[in-house]
């Protein structure tokens, strides 16, 4: 299994909503991130865990909140979001053991719309 | 934040023709990468080259990597119009192995 699942594909919310996005992989993975991309722009590093734990957080504002319960799992809180957070998130793993692991797989991401 | 710079910004082409991208990057890095995004979609990893490396294949693609000159390009022969797509170059750096993207080509191959 090669694949990183992602849930919803679509998500609107309003601003004082809270929500969260989810991401699973089973490719025995201990390194996972969240991306944001806005339209015709590349993807911009949020976070990334290792082994469960966080180990980058790219000065991401507090009203997103990661959170890794197992390996194979990543969430992404959100509560109080602002339209500009508008976004595609996306998630992606890798081995994270040596120089041949640093392919990233992503999932299809989570479309965000902030009303 | 962005890495560096690809260019063109967009290219548009037959089908059949070959489509050259470039990317430059700032810092020193352990390899690069091409991903592939079909629009709104996941990335798709398509390649790797080492710092090492000066030259690499896999199936149609070709990348070269010129770490003197910090910049790469990324050749796909014989285009299709199912590789009409984003595609970015990303480097690899840091003890966390982040990847950062550069601002990406926008293909169309046109049937």
């Known amino acids: 299994d090669t694949e990183v699942t992602q849930t919803p594909k679509h998500l609107v919310m309003g601003m004082t909503n809270k929500k969260s996005l989810k991401c699973e992989q089973h490719?025995?993975?201990?390194?996972m991130y969240w991306y944001k991309q806005k339209a015709k722009k590349p993807p911009e590093l949020m976070f990334v865990?290792?082994?469960?734990?966080?180990?980058i957080n790219e000065s991401v504002p507090s009203r997103f909140s990661p959170e890794c319960p197992n390996s194979s799992l990543l969430n992404l809180h959100l509560h109080a979001l602002q339209p500009e957070d508008s976004a595609l998130y996306l998630c992606?793993?890798?081995?994270?053991?040596?120089?041949?692991?640093?392919?990233?797989?992503f999932g299809p991401g989570t479309r965000l719309t902030v009303l | 934040s962005q890495q560096g710079e690809e260019d063109p910004q967009a290219l548009s082409i037959q089908e059949g023709e070959n489509a050259t991208m470039n990317c430059s990057y700032k810092?020193?890095?352990?390899?690069l990468q091409w991903y592939r995004q079909n629009s709104g979609r996941g990335l798709v990893h398509l390649i790797l080259?080492?710092?090492?490396?000066r030259e690499k294949h896999s199936g149609r693609l070709r990348v070269t990597l010129d770490t003197s000159k910090k910049s790469s390009s990324l050749l796909i022969t014989a285009s299709r119009a199912a590789d009409t797509a984003s595609y970015f170059c990303?480097?690899?750096?840091?003890?966390?192995?982040?990847?950062?993207f550069g601002s990406g080509t926008q293909l169309t191959v046109l049937p």
């Open positions: 992606a793993s890798s081995t994270h053991s040596g120089s041949e692991s640093d392919t990233q797989y």
């Open positions: 490719m025995g993975h201990r390194a």
């Open positions: 865990y290792s082994y469960e734990k966080l180990s």
């Open positions: 990303a480097t690899v750096s840091g003890s966390a192995r982040q990847l950062t």
């Open positions: 080259i080492r710092s090492n490396e």
């Open positions: 810092t020193s890095i352990n390899n």
